[in-house]
């Protein structure tokens, strides 16, 4: 079974400023992923970043990037230079293999102007 | 690229009524996921399909049922529709297999169906 925590339902940043969303997971898999989903007002599922737990180096994806601590099954995503597009539901999630995806609670971002 | 559609993105019943909703997976994707999103609520999955057959199944009531057709498209049936049944339903379409564009099973979220049951 996987677990996936979301332990800040809501944070807040400046324009320009850089957040971390925090995210703990748990997981009888060995082989598995991890997701940061974004959701806007719009309610569509976009994918931010995404990393394999066999790998190492932590993804990056332009502002986006994860911090992957395996042994302490923490996967935070930091955004950097936050635009006001960034505003959204973020949501952490974990796949074993070919299965589900199963979703955090979710972080709400509001970005300052 | 072709995304993932969803039909209808807005449908209203009535109580006991019945709905089906529609998912066409990206071309050449063979698995498809149905996910339920209540409000203010994180995705809870309920059903999956690979190559057309049932390949998981979550929390999915008996009321709803799914299949995947030889076309790869998806409908999720649900009778005896209840309030509660209100929700953003979303399909999502991955590849079951490794590319060199993309890890395995990645999945593609359709825009969503929202489903009002008043």
């Known amino acids: 079974a996987q677990t996936v925590t979301q332990s800040q339902p809501e944070m807040s940043v400046q324009e320009a400023e850089t957040v971390t969303l925090s995210c703990t997971y748990d997981?009888?898999?060995?082989?598995?992923?991890l997701f940061w989903y974004k959701q806007p007002p719009s309610r569509q599922m976009i994918l931010v970043i995404r990393q394999e737990a066999y790998k190492q180096q932590n993804a990056t994806e332009n502002r986006f990037s994860v911090n992957f601590q395996k042994a302490a099954k923490s996967f935070s995503l930091k955004i950097s230079d936050s635009q006001l597009g960034d505003a959204a539901m973020y949501f952490c999630a974990s796949q074993g293999g070919s299965e589900k995806l199963v979703f955090g609670k979710g972080t709400k971002l509001t970005v300052n102007p | 690229a072709a995304g993932v559609i969803q039909s209808p993105r807005h449908l209203i019943k009535e109580k006991r009524e019945t709905a089906t909703l529609k998912c066409y997976p990206i071309p050449r994707h063979d698995t498809v996921y149905w996910y339920q999103q209540g409000p203010g609520q994180d995705p809870q999955f309920l059903i999956s399909f690979y190559e057309k057959m049932q390949s998981d199944k979550g929390s999915i009531p008996d009321r709803f049922s799914a299949q995947q057709f030889s076309d790869y498209h998806s409908e999720l049936n649900m009778s005896s529709l209840e309030l509660g049944d209100s929700a953003l339903y979303f399909c999502a379409s991955s590849l079951a297999t490794i590319t060199a564009e993309r890890g395995p099973y990645e999945q593609y979220f359709g825009p969503g169906t929202r489903l009002t049951v008043t």
């Open positions: 997981t009888s898999e060995s082989d598995y992923y």
